[in-house]
């Protein structure tokens, strides 16, 4: 399983073109553009595909997490392979589990207690991080 490496602060494209490597900086500079205009076109096409569901408030739903989770995991595939992409989509899984277990617990409680919702919903974050870091160490680092 491959492992994601830090890269140090001179792989940004404007450092490398500084330093005299402007073909590479151009090469990264070229690949963010793809990202964005890739993200983009997900983004707008789940819109479109929320803006025909009811209620229309699914319309923002379907424009934010899986627009960006497909794309991500498209511009992955394409410049890192699918290995790497794979371990990300996993990570993606996790994550996700992860906030079903947050989103459920504030639905409960704040429906059962109806504490303040910016400070409960705040530190129920916490419990997203805690079942996160399970997740990843029970299942995705050991690379199950």
């Known amino acids: 399983m491959p492992v994601i490496e830090w890269q140090p602060a001179t792989h940004y494209p404007f450092i490398m073109a500084a330093q005299g490597n402007l073909r590479e900086g ?39 997490a899986p627009s960006v ?3 991500t995991l498209a511009l992955t595939i394409a410049t890192e392979g699918k290995a790497y992409a794979a371990m990300e989509a996993r990570s993606m899984l996790g994550g996700a589990a992860a906030f079903l277990v947050y989103a459920w617990c504030a639905m409960v409680l704040l429906y059962r207690y109806k504490p303040p919702a910016k400070i409960f919903t705040s530190l129920l974050l916490f419990l997203w991080l805690a079942v996160a870091l399970t997740l990843w160490f029970y299942f995705f680092k050991a690379g199950v």
């Open 26 to 64: 151009v090469r990264v500079l070229g690949q963010l553009l793809i990202r964005f205009l890739v993200g983009g076109l997900f983004v707008s096409a789940f819109a479109v595909f929320g803006t025909v569901l009811k209620p229309r408030s699914f319309a923002g739903l379907f424009g934010a």
């Open 69 to 71: 989770g497909l794309a």
